[in-house]
Each structure stands twice: as structure tokens, then as C-alpha cells.
């Protein structure tokens, strides 16, 4: 049991501190423990909603030097389950865990903290699917209202400034003094708005692949184009790739004008179960699958090949890459849009919408998201929301050079109000630098010095790219446990 926790234990009766019990995590072997508190969904008239109970695990110390701190993640998403990332947490604050414990919650509508979740298509229906032939605004429309139906839910009840207090009330019971906070992904922007709204309890704030208050997940789509344009950048660069592949930007466009202008049907080998189903070809197919490989290294040394088979007629590496997309389901949609209806669309401008529909992806989900809100429904946040974070406590902003998702610019977005921050980039890393760096020795550093000033960035240089691979001899495709377990599946989600 936590030392934080017995102190609290001491100073309060014995019903007002949770129960905790022993737990485990996926793909963690260490020994967890887990409880929950109960929490009024709607914070302006608690006594007249049920409630929802808050599922956390605390990860012990090994050293318990600390035990009024604690080390608090956030995943991301939006609609990732804390717990469900506990691996990726693991990793990430292994050095910061050798003297104080780390903290996951359940984000409410995640997760075991009352999971917001529909019924989607499997991935034979995905597969199946000809994005050509049908009006995709309307097609999601329909199912959003399927959902709406089913979970009968005000989202409003589920944004990011929402969940801030669920997230301080565990604390509050588990008797920590103060917290170091990690975020990743649109985890960073659940860990601005936890310092926002409770300045006093936080020490330091690490924010990995940050998602600022002012930008829009729209322009990811921006952000998936220019990391796609630097692995063709680098195969250029390549003797062996340019070697290979002489032709590889042309392959890539012919197969993407190909795709706009038809759907490409075919016979493949499911990638779960290897039965032959039918594959519906299409552009949106093509531009998920190379979206998801640019999250990995490993997985970008592929493209050039993927591309050249698929020109040719051989889509089995392609599909690889495609089931990606069926790990999104085991996100939570209600907060999803919760987060993009409320925090995202309300600020959305003409000059906005016409950049991001400068990007296929961009173009592609600001269609979708606007379907799904004009449903939702959603009770907009304040209009300051977007302000950039004030804050003097101390914060580490990581960014990768290669991300396809939250580039360097957008921390520097958001570092622009903070007194006592400073922005370190791995230049060959892809999303959350924490997975594939030295970072989780500098973030244990920060955090024992509460300053990121002296902090030696320089191994974080490293080269990091893998040689692209020119055949499929050897060549290890994704697989859904692989994706699953992945420190960068943190930020898979439907909407992104």
C-alpha cells in the first residue's frame, strides 16, 4: 500500500479512504492496486444525478522516498483508459517510479471510470466498405445517432474541464500533498487544465506530443502530410532506398489518384484470422493506413514497399498497415467528441476549415466530426478556454521531429504563457518522445530537480530512423497485439 495512502488512512475515518486491492494491468507484470471513489456527473447539482464511480491504480513506488508526491498520468485519446495504458505509463516513468509512486485514473466515460462505447464495424465490415459509393457525412449521421440513442448521455458532462476535478478528488483521497504530472498526446491538454484549475497541487508537468488549448485537431491532417512528406524526403536521401524504389513519390501519387478516382476491389487474407475476405480499396483506406505507420519507425521503413506492392497489385502488406484502424474501438467515443464538439468545432472559423481542408485526413475528419456534433449536440466550453496556460511551475515540453500528429510547433503554442518551461525536440522521434528515448531519464531529472534548465538533451540527437525495407522477406507486419501494447498507441482514436 502506498505510504500516501496510510498517512491519509491515519488522519481520516476508515469509510472516507477508498478500498484498495491488489490488480494487473495488461502486458505490466507488476503488481498494481486499484479502487474508485464516487463522483457527481453533473458538478453544478450533484444531488441530482447518480454519479459515477472513478476507477484508479497506483503503481507503488520502489523506493518510497516521496510518499506525500506522486507521479499522475494522463492518457490520450481523447477516450483512452489510464489503466489500459498502464504499460505505457510504466515505461515512460520507470525512473521517476524508483522514488515515488505513479497514479493512473480513469478519465470519466473511459475505461472502468462508466465507458461511453458504441458498436462499430469489425474489421471485415471495414474492410468491406466502399467510402466511394456512399455519403460518409450522412452514413456517420446515422450511426451517431444509433449512439446517441443507446448511451443517452449529455456530453457536456464529459469534456476536459469536467474531468479536471475527478482527477483532484482522487488525489484529495489517496491523501498525496502534491503531484508531478505526465501527459501524452491530448493527455497534455487534460494536464494544462489540471494545473489550470489547481495550480497548488502541482510541482512539475511533463507534456509529451502536446496538444495546445488553441489548436484544433483538424490540423492534424496537416501534420500526417508533412511527416509522409520526410519519409520520402529520407528515402531520397537513401542510397538503398533510392535504389530500390527510383520511382517512389510517383508510385505514391499514382496510387493515391488511382484510388480518388476509383475503389479497387480485391481478395485478401484477413491479417487476424488469414480467411480470404473481400477488400474494398479506397483513398481513405490508403491515407489511415499510412497515417498509422507514421507513428513508428519501424512501421514508416515500410511505406515505400507497401506503396510499390500495392501499384502492382499485391495489397497483403498494405493490410498490415489497415489494422491499425480496429484499435480504435477500444476507445471511448462519448468522450471523443465530448472533447472535439465542446473544446474543438465551437472555435472552428472559415479560415480554419479551409486549411484543414487543405489535407485529405483534414478534409476527410472535419466532415465526419461536424456530422457527429450537429447530433452531440454539445454545450460549448467558455469562449477563454482557448487561452494559452499561465503558469510559473516548472514544465517539460517533448516533441518528435517525425510526428504525425502533435508537431513541435504546436508545444510552442502552447509554452507561450509559461514563465518556467523549456521545449526539448528528438528530431528522429515520431509520437510521444518517452517511448523511444532517453526521455524518461531527463523526465525523472526534471522531476527530482523541479527544473528542466540543466537538463543534458543531448542524447535525445540519436538517430532514430530504421532502413527502409525493399522486400517483405523478413518483414514483420503490425499485428493488433503489437498496436495494442505499443507506447504510441496512446493516441490512436477515431477522430485523429
Not at 518510497?64 to 481523447?78: K, M, N
Not at 475505461?111 to 456512399?134: I, P, R, V, W, Y
Request: charged share 15%; with cysteine.
Amino acid at each position: 500500500m502506498p505510504a500516501a495512502v496510510s498517512a491519509q488512512q491515519a488522519k481520516t475515518p476508515p469509510q472516507a479512504a477508498p478500498e484498495l486491492t491488489p490488480c494487473y494491468a495488461k502486458n505490466l507484470t507488476d503488481r498494481m492496486l486499484c479502487g474508485s471513489i464516487r463522483r457527481p456527473l453533473h458538478a453544478a447539482a450533484p444531488s441530482q444525478d447518480a454519479g459515477i464511480d472513478i476507477h484508479f491504480a497506483v503503481l507503488p513506488a520502489i523506493n518510497p522516498l516521496h510518499p506525500q508526491e506522486a507521479v499522475l498520468g494522463f492518457a490520450g485519446g481523447p477516450g483512452q483508459a489510464a489503466f489500459d495504458a498502464a504499460a505505457t505509463f510504466a515505461h515512460a516513468l520507470r525512473y521517476a517510479r524508483e522514488s515515488r509512486d505513479i497514479l493512473l485514473v480513469d478519465q470519466r466515460g473511459t475505461g472502468k471510470s462508466g465507458l461511453l462505447q458504441c458498436d462499430g464495424l469489425n474489421l471485415t465490415s471495414q474492410f468491406a466498405l466502399d467510402e466511394n459509393s456512399l455519403d460518409m457525412a450522412e452514413m456517420t449521421r446515422r450511426e451517431t445517432e444509433l449512439c446517441l440513442d443507446k448511451l443517452q448521455v449529455d456530453l457536456s458532462h464529459y469534456t476536459t474541464v469536467a474531468a479536471a476535478a475527478d482527477f483532484e478528488a482522487v488525489r484529495l483521497a489517496l491523501g498525496y500533498q502534491k503531484l508531478h504530472l505526465y501527459g501524452g498526446s491530448y493527455g497534455t491538454r487534460m494536464a494544462q487544465e489540471y494545473m489550470r484549475q489547481y495550480p497548488d497541487a502541482v510541482l512539475t508537468a511533463t507534456l509529451d506530443g502536446v496538444v495546445p488549448f488553441n489548436q484544433s485537431f483538424g490540423a492534424m491532417g496537416a501534420a500526417s502530410d508533412a511527416s509522409l512528406e520526410a519519409v520520402y524526403a529520407y528515402c531520397d536521401a537513401s542510397p538503398e532506398c533510392r535504389q530500390q524504389f527510383p520511382t517512389a513519390r510517383a508510385q505514391l501519387q499514382q496510387l493515391q489518384q488511382t484510388l480518388t478516382e476509383r475503389t479497387i476491389s480485391s481478395k485478401v487474407r484477413h491479417p487476424r484470422t488469414f480467411e480470404l475476405i473481400e477488400l474494398k480499396l479506397t483513398r481513405a483506406k490508403l491515407q489511415q493506413a499510412l497515417r498509422f505507420a507514421l507513428y513508428s519507425n519501424r512501421y514508416r521503413a515500410l511505406i515505400p514497399m507497401v506503396v510499390e506492392q500495392a501499384t502492382q497489385g499485391d495489397y497483403s502488406a498494405l493490410v498490415g498497415l489497415m489494422l491499425a484502424q480496429d484499435f480504435a474501438a477500444d476507445l471511448s467515443i462519448g468522450v471523443n467528441f465530448a472533447v472535439v464538439c465542446a473544446e474543438d468545432q465551437p472555435f472552428w472559423t472559415e479560415k480554419s476549415r479551409a486549411e484543414f481542408a487543405q489535407s485529405y485526413l483534414g478534409h476527410s475528419w472535419l466532415e465526419g466530426a461536424e456530422a457527429s456534433c450537429n447530433v452531440w449536440q454539445v454545450k460549448p466550453v467558455a469562449a477563454d478556454y482557448t487561452a494559452p496556460l499561465q503558469t510559473d511551475t516548472p514544465v517539460l515540453l517533448l516533441s518528435g521531429g517525425l510526428d504525425p500528429v502533435t508537431p513541435p510547433g504546436w508545444a510552442e503554442l502552447a509554452m507561450a504563457r509559461m514563465g518556467n518551461a523549456r521545449h526539448l525536440i528528438a528530431p528522429h522521434a515520431t509520437h510521444i518522445v518517452a517511448s523511444q528515448t532517453c526521455a524518461p531519464k531527463l523526465i525523472s531529472q526534471f522531476i527530482n530537480l523541479q527544473s528542466a534548465s540543466a537538463l543534458d538533451d543531448s542524447c535525445l540527437q540519436q538517430e532514430l530512423r530504421k532502413a527502409f525495407l525493399t522486400n517483405a522477406n523478413g518483414a514483420v507486419m503490425p499485428t493488433a497485439t503489437a498496436l495494442a501494447a505499443s507506447p504510441t498507441s496512446t493516441t490512436i482514436s477515431a477522430q485523429e
